[in-house]
């Protein structure tokens, strides 16, 4: 089929003109394509992690190394989605535009240029969903783990600026109790609307 504009055109759902690499608290959920529970199960109204969920958990634990600028906050690995809080510090000096030559080994040897501006978040999302993907895909060729079809995460994610104190605690609240939740949960494929 051709591109066509008119038919072939998706909505953004980030916030216009808004620069998500800015300082800031960030709550994402991020899902599972059709909702398949890959990443373990609910018992007794606590999440146990199956070895895909405790590879979501170490990879989501280990953007602190790709990415120095951020801090991580509250997060909870769900059956078939993820929450979590991502926090981007203040802005990094700028040594010369955009690029600063810092002693990180590429291959073995040498230095590389790296960014010293912020990473947006959806950079920092990408990386996420990225790593985790070809960590599941290993586990299928590896351990036996469920084949997903065509992609691992549903193609966007779902994102919601921190506005202040009050805001942060309600979400932080609500990531906590998910898995206590999990029967009401609408991203749980066996709940049913009353």
């Not at 993907?133 to 997903?148: L, R």
């Amino acid at each position: 089929m051709k591109f066509d504009p008119q038919k072939h055109h998706r909505r953004s759902i980030r916030l216009k003109d808004y620069d998500y690499s800015q300082a800031g608290a960030y709550y994402v959920t991020i899902d599972i394509q059709n909702r398949e529970c890959f990443l373990g199960e609910i018992v007794d109204y606590e999440m146990i992690m199956n070895e895909a969920g405790k590879m979501v958990d170490e990879q989501w634990n280990a953007l602190l190394e790709r990415f120095p600028n951020i801090e991580l906050d509250v997060y909870q690995v769900m059956p078939n989605h993820f929450h979590g809080i991502i926090v981007i510090v203040g802005a990094i000096l700028v040594v010369a535009p955009d690029m600063e030559t810092k002693n990180i080994p590429e291959n073995g040897a040498g230095t590389r240029p790296v960014p010293t501006k912020n990473p947006t978040l959806g950079n920092i999302v990408g990386a996420f969903k990225s790593i985790t993907t070809n960590e599941y895909i290993d586990g299928v060729d590896n351990k036996n783990w469920p084949q997903f079809y065509k992609k691992l995460w549903q193609r966007n994610y779902y994102e919601h600026v921190i506005r202040d104190e009050k805001d942060l605690n309600r979400i932080r609240d609500y990531i906590q109790s998910n898995p206590a939740n999990w029967d009401e949960d609408e991203e749980n494929p066996n709940y049913k609307k009353p």
